[in-house]
């Protein structure tokens, strides 16, 4: 468990099992998170069964820069293997992906304004990324539990079908959040999404552009609803149960290759 110490900048969110640590201004948030988080836990504690340490950071953009590994202020992510980091404000990052509009068929600029217009008239996506905290702690269960993936998209997927699966079940009245954001990320325009194969993927998946990054990430969201559609919750745990490797499993996979290979994990570090 990371220690308090280090966030002793912070305030604590009170009342959450999971810790869950705030900037000054960003207390109210901080505790809609937290409690959004406390729920996606259980469900995938439940799904998975497994019970990984998380710590939550919910951040303003100064505190951004102490505590955060990624850049741009606004993008949720894990450092340090069981530490989520999120954004407590609007920033430029958020804006920066609304559509252009005249790229949308009406149909699509109606359900986009219907989802995302604040009581001000304009429009935000902060409840999509808000929901993407379900993604990242995804990543922190099957990282800390050993679910090694043989693929980076699959990882990716695996994450986006967490997400789905805890929407449908715990929070379904967030699923137009969930589902209509995808269908605007795969209608980026081609030049910006110079690969778009999943053997790409996993060659540029650092450093691909973000905008080429997001269209992947759009369709691995809408491949997880029709995967969800098929199979429910238990696609999510058989993909789980298929990559997930304990040392008791590695230690007989290894024993078939070499009793001497099996000994290194087996009796480390003679």
Not at 11 to 34: C, E, F, K, N
Not at 36 to 46: H, I, K
Request: aromatic share 12%.
């Amino acid at each position: 468990m990371v220690s308090t110490a280090r966030y002793s900048e912070l305030q604590r969110v009170l009342g959450s099992q999971i810790p869950v640590y705030a900037s000054a201004d960003a207390i109210d948030t901080a505790h809609h998170i937290a409690l959004r988080c406390n729920r996606a836990y259980q469900f995938l504690q439940e799904t998975l069964t497994t019970r990984p340490a998380i710590t939550v950071l919910v951040l303003n953009a100064a505190d951004w820069l102490t505590y955060s590994q990624y850049p741009a202020y606004g993008m949720p992510h894990t450092t340090s293997g069981e530490t989520l980091v999120v954004a407590a404000h609007e920033n430029a990052l958020w804006r920066s992906t609304l559509p252009d509009e005249t790229t949308l068929t009406p149909e699509l600029v109606q359900r986009y304004r219907t989802v995302f217009t604040q009581p001000d008239g304009s429009q935000s996506f902060a409840s999509f990324f808000d929901l993407l905290v379900v993604h990242e702690l995804a990543h922190l269960f099957h990282t800390q539990a050993f679910c090694i993936f043989p693929r980076l998209w699959l990882m990716e997927l695996f994450a986006n079908l967490c997400l789905y699966a805890y929407v449908a079940v715990v929070e379904p009245d967030q699923l137009p959040v969930l589902e209509t954001r995808p269908q605007l990320l795969v209608r980026i325009d081609a030049q910006h999404t110079p690969h778009r194969q999943l053997q790409d993927f996993e060659i540029q998946d650092i450093s691909i552009n973000p905008q080429n990054y997001a269209w992947y990430q759009g369709h691995f969201h809408i491949a997880v609803k029709r995967i969800y559609a098929q199979s429910g919750v238990a696609a999510l745990q058989r993909l789980w149960q298929m990559f997930l490797v304990p040392d008791q499993q590695l230690a007989v996979q290894l024993e078939a290759v070499s009793p001497e290979l099996a000994q290194v994990l087996t009796q480390w570090p003679s």
